[in-house]
């Protein structure tokens, strides 16, 4: 699976739009970006994911650049509950491999 | 609809003591995994089981086995715990014996090795 690279935190303001960048320059063409979160001291919670096209659901909106080297997660109204450790995550749609998790980013949402 | 449920919550062993960690998911996923997490790190594979009856080695895998007891339970035993063992041990499961899709992820166990 391609490495990914975060940035290790990030604040943002509650009632703003939280945006999380994401590099996976060396994604090769059967790999989805994937998006996970992990709020202090439970287990990982699905976000979103998406192949090329931009990608959106109840939680959020998955923006992926035309050359597929990076990616942003958009929270469009942040609010306290957002407060956690997102992580992006590049595999393949078969396998069985793990799901790579980083150090993520640390988003901060502020009062 | 549960989901992915863990016992136990926590847990407290002394070193050489075996305990197992069960894990039970009732949305008929076909694939579960076993992963750990060390404080301030990410998560990485023990085991997992592409389907019932068959179980893989993941990343460290070293101290542990696991039962694919049927389609809906997934156990993990640590035969003789070591310090290094403690961390927080969350199961998960994915729809098919592929793999590959979104993994839905267990509230967690809290294992501490004294």
């Known amino acids: 699976d391609a490495k990914t690279t975060q940035p290790t935190s990030m604040d943002c303001a509650e009632g703003r739009a939280a945006n999380l960048p994401c590099n996976h320059s060396?994604?090769?063409?059967?790999?989805?970006v994937y998006w996970y979160r992990q709020i202090h001291s439970q287990g990982p919670q699905y976000i979103i994911h998406g192949l090329k096209n931009n990608e959106t659901n109840e939680m959020a909106s998955l923006i992926i650049t035309e050359d597929r080297k990076s990616s942003t997660l958009i929270l469009p109204h942040a609010t306290l509950r957002d407060t956690a450790v997102y992580y992006c995550i590049v595999r393949a749609t078969f396998g069985n491999e793990k799901l790579t998790f980083g150090t993520g980013t640390r988003l901060t949402i502020i009062p | 609809n549960a989901g992915v449920t863990q016992t136990p919550k926590f847990q407290v062993l002394k070193t050489g003591q075996s305990m197992t960690l069960q894990c039970a998911q009732d949305m008929n996923h076909n694939s579960m995994y076993w992963y750990r997490q060390d404080p301030g790190m990410g998560l990485r594979l023990i085991y997992y089981?592409?389907?019932?009856?068959?179980?893989d080695k993941g990343e460290v895998p070293n101290g542990y086995n696991v039962s694919r007891l049927n389609k809906r339970e997934f156990s993990l035993r640590l035969e003789s715990a070591a310090p290094s063992q403690t961390s927080v041990y969350f199961c998960?499961?994915?729809?098919?014996?592929?793999?590959?899709?979104?993994?839905?992820f267990g509230p967690g166990t809290r294992l501490l090795v004294l």
């Open positions: 089981s592409a389907s019932e009856g068959t179980t």
């Open positions: 998960a499961s994915s729809p098919s014996e592929q793999g590959g899709e979104t993994q839905y």
């Open positions: 060396t994604i090769s063409g059967n790999e989805y």
